[in-house]
């Protein structure tokens, strides 16, 4: 994560919030509404150490560049990585 890292304020359900570091993506994905149209939707995510959600769930809240966030889904991926899904609040 190192030199590209966003710090963040993250807030487990009913704990306390505190700061993580990770790699913040806000990328939009398309989606085809019909054969002739798509649709661009926001698709933010935030990529991080998984010890530093360990016990977290869908309904967190985070921060990321003064914005806030829902965490929506999150996945381990095995490696000590974990991506959390976001929704803007």
Known sequence: IGDFADSA????YGKRTKTIDGIFDNATAQLSATDEMAITIPQPRF???SVDVTGG???DKIVIRN???TV???VDDGTG???LFLEKD
């Open 67 to 69: 914005t806030d966030y």
């Open 72 to 74: 929506r889904v999150m």
């Open 47 to 49: 990529y991080c150490r």
């Open 81 to 83: 990585v974990s991506t």
């Open 57 to 59: 769930a869908e309904g």
């Open 9 to 12: 304020k993250y807030t487990p």
